[in-house]
């Protein structure tokens, strides 16, 4: 697959990658390098990535908790501290080795030690891959607040090793599924129709699918970097999507939803919205539905739950002047940015969702 020229900074693919991170890491003359890791990309990644890391420079490595429960502020402190005692300075190099959480956390960490050393992202997971490591957009959590404390700052590089897809679980290949599908609603409807049978994809379909909706994304924020326009429809299914994750974050009696779990139900929510709006025709409505459901299946949700989303929604970061923004579609591959919608239309797209 050929390299991504992105905003600054090159996206590699395949085991030659690992030669351009090498030059890069030569021709740099860094002081240490630190790879920051989660407990599962160190026991399933880091001898992999280990093996074609080929430098004299000092490694450490930094290992945190999984999970999107610990992409918060203490977690952050922590990695801080832990590249203070092992004797980090402005000519680290940090690179991220894992899922979603590590990249955003990762790149957050790296934006603000020192007023911001060098970072590259080794993504480990489908989500990472399509969505957490491309744009710039590092950060964590505030409480149940998804991704409300971050930086936009590019890393170095990105590499885009595939093997490592080998070592997940089905469901979270199914998380990160549900960006690749919001890349085809958003952006292009036929990349969408390609995934209107799942069952043909075979292994080459999935590498060259993931290298589309990469493309896809690289070219959005190649065209709005800092999210004042087009890279807005991005956030398609994630206004709703995230505080459903949100909310099943914070109830300790609920199964905590993976990220794209939220999302393919805030993409179905998100679509009837469009509907109510004239945006979309029923048609279109119900095959998104249909497809998206046929995959994820159902959230259950009662009446404590939606006025838990409901709160959420209220502090979305994506919010301006005291208004929920949305993002719907505009038929199947373009969308509509900045609108605004009441909360009969929001009840009404719940009532379908359940039905």
Request: glycine share 10%; aromatic share 8%.
């Amino acid at each position: 697959m050929q390299t991504i020229h992105a905003n600054g900074y090159e996206i590699l693919f395949g085991d030659g990658g690992y030669d351009a991170v090498n030059r890069f890491i030569a021709d740099r003359v860094y002081s240490k390098i630190f790879i920051l890791t989660d407990t599962n990309s160190n026991e399933y990644c880091l001898p992999r990535f280990l093996s074609f890391l080929a430098t004299e420079v000092a490694i450490e490595i930094i290992e945190v908790d999984a999970g999107e429960m610990h992409k918060n502020i203490e977690t952050c402190i922590g990695v801080w501290s832990a590249l203070t005692e092992l004797g980090a300075d402005r000519k680290s190099l940090m690179i991220n080795l894992g899922g979603g959480v590590v990249t955003d956390l990762g790149g957050f960490v790296a934006s603000t030690f020192k007023r911001g050393i060098d970072f590259i992202h080794i993504p480990t997971t489908l989500l990472a891959m399509v969505d957490a490591s491309v744009g710039g957009k590092n950060g964590i959590d505030l409480g149940n607040l998804k991704n409300h404390i971050g930086v936009i700052n590019t890393p170095r590089m990105i590499l885009m090793d595939m093997t490592f897809l080998d070592t997940l679980p089905q469901i979270e290949m199914r998380s990160g599924l549900a960006e690749m599908l919001k890349h085809g609603l958003i952006y292009d409807k036929n990349y969408w129709d390609k995934f209107t049978d799942l069952a043909a994809i075979d292994t080459n379909d999935l590498g060259q699918l993931i290298y589309e909706s990469v493309v896809i994304k690289n070219e959005i924020v190649a065209a709005d970097p800092n999210e004042k326009g087009i890279r807005k429809s991005l956030n398609f299914g994630h206004t709703l999507g995230h505080a459903i994750e949100g909310c099943f974050l914070e109830n300790e009696s609920k199964t905590t939803l993976l990220h794209g779990e939220a999302i393919a139900a805030g993409m179905v929510l998100e679509s009837h919205l469009s509907l109510q709006k004239g945006l979309i025709s029923a048609e279109e409505y119900a095959a998104v539905k249909r497809n998206i459901l046929g995959i994820y299946g159902r959230v259950t949700f009662d009446a404590n739950d939606l006025q838990s989303i409901t709160d959420l929604l209220i502090h979305d970061k994506k919010n301006e002047y005291g208004k929920i923004q949305f993002v719907l579609l505009d038929g199947i591959g373009s969308v509509k940015i900045g609108q605004e919608l009441d909360n009969e239309s929001i009840t009404n797209a719940f009532e379908d969702y359940k039905s």
